[in-house]
């Protein structure tokens, strides 16, 4: 079973900075099955990024994701107010589903 | 437009049971993988049971297994959760998401949740 562990715990940065949130898996993975989700207070996730680096349907540009193996990394290029959110970072494609524990993005 | 919709959930006392629902528009339901996600108060995701598409196979987390059972019914593009034998653990919001086949599995579409407390 794949464990997921994302670092940092808490991010807090500027509007306009550039975030870097990292997921390293307990052993190596596919690219193509390697998602990044967002989840707001009070809401259900949204996909962000799948098959490591493919943007979902209406995801804007500065959401870019990266890696291989083990290690991956989400960065969120021009931090804007409304990103404000837990990053949560999955392995999928089998069961079970993997998740990491998250990553909070402040914006200060 | 794709959407789930959860219904089911409540209060219920330790030991006792809850089904809960998931409506699905806008997609051809019969074609994929659905899967329940919970997550308890300030935590994080946890997965807890996926179903193929036609029913074929299931698999549960270690902890509800022989306790939840996933089930769907295709003619009604729904998916359920039955919960027998619940424990204060297993309070969280659930929530039903599906697997896009044509999007190596992703789950892409998720619902709004259903609340689900334990308590005496």
């Known amino acids: 079973e794949i464990v997921l562990t994302q670092s940092p715990g808490t991010l807090s940065l500027s509007p306009g900075e550039r975030a870097t949130l990292s997921c390293r898996a307990s052993?190596?993975?596919?690219?193509?099955?390697l998602a990044w989700y967002q989840q707001r207070p009070g809401q259900p996730p949204r996909l962000l990024i799948y098959i490591t680096s493919r943007r979902a349907t209406g995801i804007p540009d500065r959401f870019s994701g990266s890696g291989s193996g083990t290690d991956f990394t989400l960065t969120i290029s021009r931090l804007e107010p409304e990103d404000s959110a837990v990053y949560y970072c999955?392995?999928?494609?089998?069961?079970?589903?993997?998740f990491g524990q998250g990553t909070k993005v402040e914006i200060k | 437009q794709v959407q789930l919709v959860e219904s089911g959930g409540g209060v219920v006392q330790p030991g006792r049971s809850l089904r809960l629902s998931c409506a699905a528009s806008g997609f051809t339901f019969s074609n994929e993988g659905m899967h329940w996600v919970r997550q308890a108060p300030g935590k994080g995701l946890e997965w807890v049971a996926l179903i193929r598409y036609d029913g074929s196979n299931k698999y549960y987390k270690d902890s509800v297994k022989g306790r939840f059972t996933i089930s769907r019914d295709n003619s009604k593009n729904t998916l359920y959760l039955q919960m027998d034998s619940l424990r204060a653990e297993d309070t969280a919001v659930y929530y039903c998401?599906?697997?896009?086949?044509?999007?190596?599995?992703?789950?892409?579409?998720w619902g709004q949740g259903t609340l689900v407390t334990v308590s005496s």
């Open positions: 999955q392995h999928y494609g089998s069961s079970p589903l993997a």
């Open positions: 052993q190596s993975v596919s690219s193509s099955y």
């Open positions: 998401t599906r697997e896009n086949g044509g999007a190596h599995l992703v789950t892409d579409v």
